[in-house]
């Protein structure tokens, strides 16, 4: 299947084939979660798109020969005044670090982060930094960008910034659309004195000296000027992005790859993300670093609605992944991680989601009719493998999943088939595991209802079914081959 992929690429807003620049070593990197509250449902989105993105890349090039980076925004004005406010005392007499604060106030947020994307069935990435673990290297290109031309240092009211000046790059816009005379000052763009083009963005700003901060000198235009501050937001992902996907591992790289330096595959986030984030990103990395391109294909998946509206905590519709898995906020009850992804896949990624109660319900129903089995060495249909590869059109993949399960339930052999294709979706059924006392007692309750039904007793078979299956045990009946009776198997339903 390689070189069969085809994936939209916003940057020229066209479906291409996807041509790694090193087959041996795709990379990818996606935006990941910002740290200071739990991720909402919103937030899964991009982590299951891309999550099935990895999954299928791994099937196609091999697992060892992905390097996948999925980012920890921990640098935030609010996380940095929460430090402050909890551990300010510790960071002033220098017992503890500012990213050390950052992580003890950090820390449960992450890790349910990491709890709820692994309820939601999504594979670690390769690599997860930490932004407050690459202050150095956004120090770094921001000193280029200084260098080139491509950047200046300004004082504005709040004291010194260093500044990307946007009409130093001739195609700033390239990702977006957006021409820079486009770009009228207003409620979008501050109008601040001190910038050279209101368009201009922060890449490094100044604290003041009671805010939390990192030591940092620039050089420009000969003069050398200390400011004690925070990086910009979108410095954070050049710097991580050009450290883990290409000064790290560039030693093993194709010659191929190594001739197009700072240069990785695919690059993807939210649709909101494309301005001014993305295209930031692209600006400062092409500067920096002098390419024409950052990431050859950018990808995006579309905005999510909460029962038709726009989920915002005004509206009273704002809802957490943990909230979904773990309270009865939504609907009144819990959703298993399954349900809430495939509830997902359902839609295509480039599509706007309607995130309701109606939506998990359906894909409640279609998993509760997916058997549970192992795929061994067995590998996924090229029917989900075709729909996959057609820029990740899960909503196909998942109704060839559906048709592989009913192929599966009408006959066991096919299980294998469907469970590694359901596999790569994410959304393959377990067996429960069964103690040997329950395994047994269910048994002699699926034997008695046999012989109701040889009885002809047939309200009492129906009851059995009903109590077993109040206790999450799907029964299912079928013929022996040979002798043509009926035989009936059980399995443990999530």
């Not at 910038?195 to 922060?202: G, I, L, R, S």
């Not at 058997?371 to 090229?382: H, N, R, S």
Request: proline share 4%.
């Amino acid at each position: 299947m390689a070189g069969g992929l085809k994936l939209y690429n916003t940057l020229t807003r066209e479906k291409v084939d996807f041509e790694p620049i090193d087959p041996d070593h795709v990379r990818m990197y996606v935006c990941g979660a910002t740290v200071y509250d739990f991720a909402h449902i919103g937030n899964a989105r991009p982590v299951i798109v891309f999550d099935v993105l990895y999954r299928l890349l791994r099937h196609t090039y091999g697992a060892d020969q992905i390097t996948y980076v999925r980012n920890i925004t921990d640098v935030d004005d609010k996380i940095n005044a929460r430090a402050l406010r909890d551990f300010g005392n510790q960071i002033a007499d220098g017992s503890m670090s500012l990213n050390e604060a950052i992580r003890a106030v950090t820390g449960k947020t992450e890790s349910q982060f990491h709890e709820d994307v692994a309820a939601l069935g999504c594979l670690k990435p390769t690599v997860e930094p930490r932004a407050t673990d690459n202050i150095r290297q956004m120090i770094t290109i921001i000193q280029r960008l200084l260098d080139m031309g491509h950047a200046y240092v300004a004082h504005g009211s709040e004291g010194h910034e260093v500044l990307f000046s946007t009409a130093s790059m001739a195609d700033y816009g390239m990702l977006s659309k957006r021409k820079l005379e486009d770009q009228q000052a207003g409620a979008r763009v501050a109008v601040e004195s001190h910038k050279m083009n209101p368009a201009d963005f922060v890449l490094w700003k100044q604290s003041a000296d009671t805010e939390p901060g990192w030591q940092a000198s620039f050089t420009f235009e000969k003069t050398t000027t200390p400011i004690y501050g925070r990086p910009g937001w979108h410095i954070e992902c050049s710097a991580m992005s050009d450290r883990y996907l290409w000064e790290e591992i560039k030693d093993r790289l194709s010659p191929k790859a190594k001739s197009k330096p700072h240069q990785f595959d695919i690059h993807g986030g939210g649709l909101d993300l494309i301005f001014p984030h993305h295209e930031n990103e692209i600006a400062q990395s092409c500067c920096a670093f002098d390419n024409d391109l950052m990431a050859t294909v950018w990808m995006h998946n579309g905005f999510l609605q909460v029962e038709g509206r726009k989920m915002s905590k005004s509206e009273g519709n704002f809802v957490t992944i943990n909230e979904l898995l773990a309270t009865e906020k939504f609907g009144g009850r819990k959703w298993p991680g399954e349900v809430l992804r495939l509830a997902m896949l359902m839609t295509h990624y480039r599509e706007p989601i309607d995130f309701s109660v109606k939506r998990l319900e359906e894909a409640e129903r279609l998993l509760a009719k997916w058997p549970a089995g192992d795929a061994g060495d067995v590998a996924p249909d090229t029917s989900i493998l075709e729909a996959l590869s057609d820029d990740l059109n899960t909503v196909a993949a998942v109704q060839a999943v559906h048709a592989l399960a009913q192929a599966a339930n009408a006959d066991p052999s096919k299980l294998p088939l469907f469970a590694a294709s359901a596999a790569l979706l994410g959304v393959a059924p377990k067996k429960a595991e069964v103690s040997d006392d329950l395994s047994a007692a269910v048994q002699a309750l699926v034997d008695m209802r046999l012989e109701m039904l040889k009885a002809k007793n047939f309200p009492e078979a129906d009851r059995i079914r009903d109590e077993l299956a109040a206790k999450g045990i799907q029964l299912k009946d079928g013929k022996d081959k040979e002798t043509g009776e009926r035989v009936t198997t059980w399995e443990v339903k999530r």
